[in-house]
């Protein structure tokens, strides 16, 4: 193959990514929180988020509001390849897996939001964060 050829195709390719990945980006969270929209889980002793939702690569729901001493567990769909739970500033972090049924949880024992990612997926919009609240 030329060089020609080889710039050519690897354009064409480079190309078709931006325009996928441009889908992802704009397509938002799932469960009615595509503009940040946080679920009120208040008054809730355990608060489940699903791993994988809305086609493999979100987490529903993405934005929830609990109280001090909530325990979050996330749960893996099995959707989407390998996901795992990564808190932005590392106070918590599960392992990355594709086991449908997998679960991490962590008990909030202090108020702040607390955000996080799917660190293989998170330029494709997979993030989600928890209030917490006195």
Known sequence: MSDRTRRDVLASVGAATAVALAGCASAGLPGGDSDGERV?????ETVDVAVGA????AFEPAHVTVDVGTTVVWEWTGEGGGHNVYEVNERFESEL????????EHTFDEPGTFEYV???HQTQGMAGSVEVVE
Request: hydrophobic share 20%.
């Open 54 to 57: 809305d086609g493999g690569f």
């Open 40 to 44: 009120d889980r208040t008054d809730e």
């Open 97 to 104: 897996t594709d086991e449908a049924g997998f679960t991490f």
């Open 118 to 120: 799917c660190t293989p």
